[in-house]
């Protein structure tokens, strides 16, 4: 998803982007509008978890408790998994196999060419969790650790928001079926736009492996 390209430049917007767009391809710049510590980034995130959990709680167990509530709690949760599982699972994922971070960055879809137009606009303006890496440790990295670490963020945007619906249909809350479906067509999208494009965090991991 949301990253920029890790070339050990913390520089924003980067001096040489243009000079990176004609030598390089033109892989797209990602667009950030800010950056947090390590520290707030997580705990933002993990609140985000929380709050979901707190959601899928509420369709669960309040009662009396109307379909709209629970259709209504289901997509909560579905919405703030999608947000805030992603960046803090390329921190995790790298953290275990050493590599550390220098912050999060906050900006639009590292992987705009992967939604159809309408759509691309919006997914360029979301605030969306990407980590900046901290160059000496992505150096003593090992290519598959780097890998890792990379394909952890976009495959847990798709399967840990699914995880949610499936949870909703098996707690037989109304509505649910229907909603999973459309996450489990979303989660494939997700993968597969990301799987193509040039820029997303698969690529990323393919680059790191073919260095
Ligand atoms: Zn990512």
Redesign the pocket.
């Known amino acids: 998803?949301?990253?920029k390209q890790v070339n050990g430049s913390l520089e924003f917007p980067p001096r040489n982007a243009v000079a990176n767009m004609n030598a390089s391809s033109s892989l797209q710049q990602r667009k950030i509008f800010g950056h947090l510590s390590i520290v707030v980034g997580n705990m933002l995130q993990i609140a985000g978890i929380a709050a979901a959990c707190v959601a899928l709680a509420l369709a669960r167990f309040v009662q009396p408790r109307t379909a709209a509530f629970a259709a209504a709690m289901l997509i909560v949760a579905w919405l703030f998994l999608y947000f805030f599982c992603?960046?803090i699972a390329?921190w995790a994922v790298g953290r275990l196999l050493g590599i550390r971070f220098a912050f999060y960055t906050i900006g639009g879809t590292?992987n705009p060419e992967g939604y159809p137009s309408g759509m691309r606009w919006v997914f360029e303006h979301l605030p969306l969790f990407?980590?900046q890496t901290d160059r000496a440790s992505m150096q003593k990295a090992s290519p598959k650790a780097k890998a890792f670490m990379?394909s952890a963020?976009?495959t847990s945007s798709a399967v840990v928001p699914t995880i949610s619906t499936v949870w909703g249909w098996r707690a037989g809350i109304a509505g649910s079926k229907l909603f999973l479906i459309f996450a489990m067509f979303w989660a494939i999208g997700t993968l597969s736009s990301n799987w193509r494009s040039q820029t997303?965090?698969y690529a990323k991991a393919r680059r790191a492996l073919h260095r």
Do not use: E, I
């Open positions: 998803m949301q990253h992603h960046g390329h590292g990407g980590v990379w963020g976009v997303g965090d």
